[in-house]
């Protein structure tokens, strides 16, 4: 197994996981063997002669993979070590990508205030960089991390706020997946 095949197996996440409508949307697997899988393929590579930024790929990919299969700390721990190496290779996009994925990382371990520190990180580095390429990802994110603090208000204008973002990319599955946010948020609000 080589670091290209990892990453080509990895694009296939999407197929092994589920937004659970149950759990303010949490991505759960749907083919826990399979992560499972992922995950010890990614530690052998790990244990192989890498450059810095083949770690950084699959620390981040394990980050991912750790959090979806419920081991938040691992999870935590391989983002932390992604956020460094962006920040000393100075990679404004690294940054905000590491910090989304480690602001879901503590979401998941229940520490929705440290959450909302990364996400607001990743916001300040998008407006003072004048990139909005992943700035939807982070008011998404957000949004549910509010959601589940059932801060309803600042949620819904996080997800209104990230629609206008996603309708001007035009992909469909973000888009269904913020109307989906704002359905969950409207049924939370009528359940209370």
């Given at each position: 197994?080589?670091?290209?095949?990892?990453?080509?197996?990895?694009?296939?996440?999407?197929?092994?996981?589920?937004?659970?409508?149950?759990?303010?949307?949490?991505?759960?697997?749907?083919?826990?063997?399979?992560?499972?899988?992922?995950?010890?393929?990614?530690?052998?590579?790990?244990?192989?002669?890498?450059?810095?930024?083949?770690?950084?790929?699959?620390?981040?990919?394990?980050?991912?993979?750790?959090?979806?299969?419920?081991?938040?700390?691992?999870?935590?721990?391989?983002?932390?070590?992604?956020?460094?190496?962006?920040?000393?290779?100075?990679?404004?996009?690294?940054?905000?990508?590491?910090?989304?994925?480690?602001?879901?990382?503590?979401?998941?371990?229940?520490?929705?205030?440290?959450?909302?520190?990364?996400?607001?990180?990743?916001?300040?580095?998008?407006?003072?960089?004048?990139?909005?390429?992943?700035?939807?990802?982070?008011?998404?994110?957000?949004?549910?991390?509010l959601l589940e603090l059932?801060?309803?208000?600042?949620?819904?204008?996080?997800?209104?706020?990230?629609?206008?973002?996603?309708?001007?990319?035009?992909?469909?599955?973000?888009?269904?997946?913020?109307?989906?946010?704002?359905?969950?948020?409207?049924?939370?609000?009528?359940?209370?």
């Amino acid at each position: 197994m080589t670091i290209l095949n990892f990453r080509e197996e990895m694009n296939e996440i999407n197929n092994l996981t589920y937004f659970d409508s149950t759990d303010y949307l949490r991505e759960k697997p749907t083919n826990s063997s399979k992560v499972k899988e992922l995950i010890i393929q990614a530690q052998y590579l790990l244990k192989q002669d890498l450059k810095e930024e083949e770690l950084y790929i699959l620390n981040g990919a394990l980050g991912n993979l750790y959090r979806i299969n419920g081991k938040q700390k691992k999870a935590i721990a391989c983002l932390k070590y992604c956020l460094l190496y962006a920040q000393k290779e100075k990679s404004t996009t690294k940054e905000i990508i590491t910090s989304i994925r480690l602001g879901e990382a503590y979401k998941y371990d229940n520490e929705h205030g440290i959450a909302i520190e990364h996400f607001n990180f990743a916001m300040k580095l998008s407006k003072e960089n004048k990139t909005d390429e992943y700035l939807d990802f982070v008011l998404q994110h957000k949004g549910k991390c509010l959601l589940e603090l059932t801060r309803l208000d600042e949620a819904e204008a996080c997800f209104i706020e990230a629609m206008k973002l996603r309708v001007k990319k035009g992909k469909p599955a973000l888009i269904q997946s913020t109307q989906d946010a704002l359905n969950l948020l409207k049924r939370i609000r009528n359940e209370l």
